[in-house]
Structure formats: structure tokens, C-alpha cells
């Protein structure tokens, strides 16, 4: 069995269209622990709404949010990534009281190169529309806060890439 290079549980974020899906699963290959799927999490009345247009309701995220801190708690100590937008703050507060080791990957880009890769992209439930409400919703990291930007300019494996180098420089969990 490969030995995790990072003991470090990571959720990959951002608002959608910034390539969380796709980063995710190369991120965990390059750090050597499993990946998870954050829209996996969703209860089906959650992907109904979003597919329906209409942008979640904090009460529709929080069990969703719960559902991935278990995981993340579960792989404490052991490493993991898995994906979850994690705009606001408080999303980020109820994962960390749930993984307190947890640390973010945030996936930033303009809104333009973000709607041209979603204009792109088949078979997902988000539709470009619900992009300016994601933005309008999105809390970008704090100083407190445990994580790394990453620019999503460059193909995939540039990206995960210099998420793997940010994520290095970060102190080892406690």
C-alpha cells in the first residue's frame, strides 16, 4: 500500500465550473489518497433543485455539508480530497467543526474563463445561469483559515500540479 505523502484531508473548492471534478481526482492521485465525489453527497432533492435553476438554500446544504465532514472526520489522519464548493464561510466552519484538520484547496478564476469551460461541459446539473449567484455567495479563504488559492488558468495537470506544490508548503496537521 503507498504511503500518503500528506496526512492532510483536502477539500477541493470553489464556486462551479472552476474544475473541482476534474482537480480533485488528480490531486489525490499525485498525493496517493483516495478522492470523493462532493456532488455524490447530495441528497436527490438537492440536484432536483439545482437542475431545476433554482440555487440551494443553506438549509438544503447542510446535510450535505455533514455528510462529507463524516467522510473527512473518517479519513483523518489518513489523507483524502474531496470536492464541495464550500463558498461561504460558515461552510467551511461546519466542515473544519466536523474535520478540524481539514485544509482548502481553493480554485479561483475569472468569471469569464469560468462560464467559456462551462458552456463546455455536458451532463452536469449546474447550469451557467446559477454562475453569477455562485460568485455572488462565494467567501473567499481567510487568513485563519487553513488553505491555499490556486489559479485555474492551464490544463488540468498544470493545476493540480500547483495545488500539490501550495498544499507541501502547508504546516503538517497537528
Not at 10 to 32: D, E, Q, S, W
Not at 90 to 110: C, E, I, M, N, W
Amino acid at each position: 500500500m503507498q504511503q500518503p505523502q500528506t496526512p492532510h484531508v483536502v477539500v477541493v473548492m470553489g464556486v462551479a465550473g472552476t474544475g473541482k471534478t476534474t482537480i480533485g481526482p488528480l490531486l489525490a492521485a499525485r498525493l496517493g489518497v483516495p478522492y470523493a465525489e462532493g456532488d455524490d453527497f447530495h441528497p436527490p432533492a438537492n440536484i432536483a433543485k439545482m437542475s431545476a435553476g433554482t440555487p440551494l438554500d443553506d438549509d438544503d446544504r447542510w446535510p450535505w455539508l455533514d455528510a462529507i465532514g463524516e467522510w473527512a472526520h473518517g479519513r483523518a489522519g489518513l489523507g483524502g480530497v474531496v470536492s464541495c464548493s464550500a463558498l461561504k464561510r460558515s461552510y467551511r466552519d461546519r466542515l473544519r467543526a466536523a474535520a478540524p484538520g481539514v485544509v482548502f484547496v481553493h480554485l479561483t478564476g475569472s468569471r469569464e474563463l469560468i462560464a467559456d469551460r462551462m458552456s463546455h461541459r455536458a451532463g452536469h446539473f449546474m447550469p451557467t445561469a446559477l454562475l453569477d449567484s455562485q460568485f455572488a455567495t462565494l467567501q473567499p479563504l481567510q487568513a485563519d483559515e487553513a488553505g491555499v488559492a490556486v489559479d485555474v488558468a492551464g490544463g488540468p495537470e498544470e493545476i493540480a500540479s500547483r495545488a500539490a506544490d501550495s498544499l507541501r508548503a502547508l504546516p503538517e496537521p497537528a
